[in-house]
Structure formats: structure tokens, C-alpha cells
């Protein structure tokens, strides 16, 4: 199985910052068919569903505000956050869905 | 819009059997490729299973591969998810997510508010 490994655990950034949490996968989720990391990013606030950010490691989902980006390529992947809003409190998550089973990552929390 | 309604979850024994229903509506439910996942009280995100849109491909995580069963019947646009063998570590809350794209390696682009499955004795 692909283990998912996220760091740090928890953050606290201030209103404005950059946030940055990293994902590592240990297996590569780079296909060589269509050149596509098949990594995501997800959003859950207190109470809520978790919320699709980002797919294919960059590919922002419609509605998503663009101060949210993804990035890395193969194992190591990056969610940054370029200017910290309230709303942005929440955990963070990556999930591999490169090969089954579609590993998560232990969450970030992050934090004003 | 996409909605997405689970039901089932309850208080069972350990050692009891389940069946969660998730409802899907919005969208061409036999077109997509469907995911539950579940989440512990006070713990993060784990995958459980995923099928395909039609059916023929059936994925589990580890820890439910031969007590779980996911299936589909596209005529009701409605996804389970079969129980049994139930174990302590089972208690989560169970999302139910359409997948993003029609294919097996897709994301989970939309969720449901999730059923809470709690087995204890």
C-alpha cells in the first residue's frame, strides 16, 4: 500500500501568511501513460464533509479561490495557501488514488 | 446539484452486520465511479472502498477487504455498503463521494453529510 505522510501535523500561520503543508507519498503517483499525479487535496472545516480542493496535484476544482495552489510531481507534493483567510481554518488532507487502496494522509490542522 | 444522502448507520454488537445506503441525485449516478470513506470520532480521513461506474471493479482498504461489500444498483441511484464481521475499530461516521471522472483512479469530488456507525457492546 502507498503511505500517505503529511507534514507538519498542525500549523498556525497568521491572517495574510502563506500556509504551506507538505505530502509525501512513498511509492511514486506519477502515471507514465498520461504524465498525471493522481494526488488530491481536501478541505474539512469543523462539523463538515470533507471538501475536494485540488486534483491531479495542481488542478484547482471549480469555485475553489485561487489563493489555493498544488503543486510536486512523483512523491513529494506541496498545498499552499498564499494569503491565510479566516475561513481557511480547517484540516487539511492529501489522498493518493494511484493504486488502490487510495491512501490519506494523517491530516494538517492549521490554525490562525 | 449534486446530493448525496447516507442512512443505515446505528448502535450494533460487535460481531453484527450492516448495509449503508447512500442516495445520489443531481447528476447521471451510472456514469461515476463511487467511494466511501469513513472517519473515527476525533481521527482523520480513512478510504474504505471505491467501485466503478459499472460495477466491475471493486476496491478495498486492508482493513474491511473480506467483511465489507460495496455494490451499486444504478436503477435506484443508490450505493451500499454491506457490513459484517463488525469490530470495534468499524465505529466512524461513513461518507459516501461521487467520484471525479467515470474511471477506477478518481478523486472524491462531492460528499455526503455521512451516517454514524457505532459498534459496541
Known amino acids: 500500500d502507498i503511505v500517505m505522510t503529511q507534514s507538519p501535523d498542525s500549523l498556525a500561520v497568521s491572517l495574510g501568511e502563506r500556509a504551506t503543508i507538505n505530502c509525501k507519498s512513498s511509492?511514486?503517483?506519477?502515471?507514465?501513460?498520461?504524465?498525471?499525479?493522481?494526488l488530491g487535496w481536501y478541505q474539512q472545516k469543523p462539523g463538515q464533509p470533507p471538501k475536494l480542493l485540488i486534483y491531479?496535484?495542481?488542478t484547482r476544482e471549480s469555485g475553489v479561490p485561487d489563493r489555493f495552489s498544488g503543486s510536486g510531481s512523483g512523491t513529494d507534493f506541496t498545498l499552499t495557501i498564499s494569503s491565510l483567510q479566516a475561513e481557511d481554518v480547517a484540516v487539511y488532507y492529501c489522498?493518493?488514488?494511484?493504486?488502490?487502496?487510495?491512501?490519506f494522509g494523517q491530516g494538517t490542522k492549521l490554525e490562525i | 446539484q449534486v446530493l448525496l444522502v447516507e442512512s443505515g448507520g446505528a448502535v450494533v454488537r460487535p460481531g453484527g452486520s450492516l448495509r449503508l445506503s447512500c442516495a445520489a441525485s443531481?447528476?447521471?449516478?451510472?456514469?461515476?465511479?463511487m467511494h466511501w470513506v469513513r472517519q473515527a470520532p476525533g481521527k482523520g480521513l480513512e478510504w474504505v472502498a471505491f467501485?466503478?461506474?459499472?460495477?466491475?471493479?471493486?476496491y478495498y482498504a486492508d482493513s474491511v477487504r473480506g467483511r465489507f461489500t460495496i455494490s451499486r444498483d444504478d436503477s435506484q441511484n443508490t450505493l451500499y455498503l454491506q457490513m459484517n464481521s463488525l469490530r470495534s475499530e468499524d465505529t466512524a461516521l461513513y461518507y459516501c463521494?461521487?467520484?471525479?471522472?467515470?474511471?477506477?483512479?478518481?478523486?472524491?469530488?462531492?460528499w455526503g453529510q455521512g451516517t454514524l456507525v457505532t459498534v459496541s457492546s
Open positions: 463521494a461521487k467520484g471525479r471522472g467515470y474511471g477506477d483512479y478518481v478523486a472524491a469530488e462531492y
Open positions: 467501485i466503478r461506474y459499472d460495477g466491475t471493479n471493486k
Open positions: 443531481g447528476f447521471s449516478f451510472r456514469t461515476y465511479g
Open positions: 491531479w496535484a495542481s
Open positions: 511509492q511514486s503517483v506519477l502515471s507514465s501513460s498520461n504524465s498525471e499525479n493522481y
Open positions: 489522498q493518493q488514488y494511484s493504486r488502490p487502496p487510495y491512501t
